[in-house]
């Protein structure tokens, strides 16, 4: 099991971002995927979720309407559209398959600061 994050960086507070998730070494199109992050200081925490065909998703409160998860089943990846971002949303943003729960990827930075 494979998790490449990528997308992150500097943005501005009210900016948006993109984060891309590249899947490998298991049927992703058979697992739910999960968007988590973690600030410095604190523990890992739930963004958002998808499942397996794409057709619900679930978010944490603090990012419903902001933040919006996608898949492509065809690419083996999925996305986390981060709009309207805020200082608090800084963190360090996982993915992470349902199914094999335990395996983690790099992460991707997103700072969020003027």
């Known amino acids: 099991v494979q998790l490449v994050e990528s997308g992150g960086g500097l943005v501005q507070p009210g900016g948006s971002l993109i984060l891309s998730c590249a899947a490998s070494?298991?049927?992703?199109?058979?697992?739910?995927m999960r968007w988590f992050r973690q600030a410095p200081g604190k523990e890992r925490e739930f963004v958002a979720y998808?499942?397996?065909?794409?057709?619900?998703?679930n978010y944490a409160n603090s990012m419903k309407g902001r933040f919006t998860i996608s898949r492509n089943n065809a690419k083996n990846t999925v996305y986390l559209q981060m709009n309207n971002l805020k200082a608090e949303d800084t963190a360090v943003y996982y993915c992470n398959a349902m199914q094999y729960e335990n395996y983690w990827g790099k992460g991707t930075q997103v700072t969020v600061s003027t």
């Open positions: 998808i499942t397996s065909g794409g057709s619900n998703t």
């Open positions: 070494g298991f049927t992703f199109s058979s697992s739910g």
